[in-house]
């Protein structure tokens, strides 16, 4: 029978995408590692599961250490376990996806990782699976979009029902008829209309929509089902 001390050690490490949107695209947070090996290429924001932390505490770590930011919405994606995905040692990395409003929190990501937002269609060439983990997370972003209302965590609290199209299309990769979008959206009946309106948008202005996250987690219960 087999015991612990006759096994090898390996690290286990968590790497985060960060999702923002800016009110036109959909972005991606990136950094440029400053250690080698691949020092100074473009990078997912990772660090090592320390001995007193769980994997969702060292991902919560490493998102607020990148930008300063809690209880963001994070969601466990899936683990990479190749054998020579970092060639320095045997790493085993979970990967988490966060969403972030951009419009709100532009203060708090940290200059000293030399972050920077990227075009999700345009962003560099990462290090490692890096490019592997963003694909998966957009895959899994398109289907909780479809399925949950999170895509209004991207959104800042008020919003206009056209930057609520724009960023489906963003998360979509498609453009979205105009006339079914908005029926798709009142038929949920989970919005707030206000009475303020968007100026910006055109000589009328648009009026801004809210979340109702309340009576979301009512309709929830009476066996409420989003679906876009």
Same mark, same amino acid.
């Given at each position: 029978m087999e015991s612990y001390n006759d096994q090898q050690k390996v690290l286990l490490a968590v790497d985060c995408i960060i999702f923002g949107f800016d009110k036109r695209q959909l972005k991606i947070l990136l950094i440029k590692r400053d250690f080698e090996p691949e020092r100074g290429k473009w990078s997912l924001m990772g660090g090592f599961l320390r001995p007193d932390e769980n994997l969702d505490t060292a991902a919560t770590r490493v998102l607020h250490h990148l930008t300063g930011l809690n209880n963001v919405?994070?969601?466990?994606?899936?683990?990479?376990?190749?054998?020579?995905?970092?060639?320095?040692?045997?790493? =085993?990395? =979970?990967s988490y996806y966060a969403l972030i409003n951009i419009t709100e929190h532009t203060t708090e990501i940290?200059?000293?990782?030399?972050?920077?937002?990227?075009?999700?269609?345009?962003?560099? !060439?990462?290090?490692? !699976?890096?490019?592997?983990? =963003?694909?998966?997370?957009?895959?899994? /972003?398109?289907?909780?979009?479809?399925?949950?209302?999170?895509?209004?965590?991207?959104?800042?609290?008020?919003?206009?029902?056209?930057? /609520?199209?724009? /960023?489906?299309?963003?998360? /979509?990769?498609?453009?979205?008829?105009?006339?079914?979008?908005?029926?798709?959206?009142?038929?949920?009946?989970?919005?707030?209309?206000?009475?303020?309106? !968007?100026?910006k948008s055109s000589r009328k202005g648009s009026f801004l929509y809210k979340f109702d996250e309340e009576k979301y987690k009512i309709k929830v219960s009476d066996g409420f089902t989003f679906r876009l």
């Open positions: 919405y994070m969601e466990q994606l899936r683990s990479y376990s190749a054998p020579d995905r970092d060639p320095v040692d045997r790493t =085993v990395s =979970v940290n200059e000293n990782y030399s972050a920077q937002w990227f075009d999700i269609n345009e962003f560099p !060439d990462l290090i490692f !699976d890096h490019n592997l983990m =963003v694909a998966n997370a957009m895959s899994r /972003l398109r289907y909780r979009a479809s399925t949950k209302p999170i895509g209004f965590e991207l959104l800042p609290e008020k919003f206009t029902m056209k930057q /609520l199209q724009v /960023l489906y299309e963003a998360i /979509l990769g498609e453009q979205l008829d105009k006339r079914n979008f908005i029926n798709k959206i009142n038929g949920l009946d989970i919005l707030q209309k206000t009475e303020e309106k !968007d100026m």
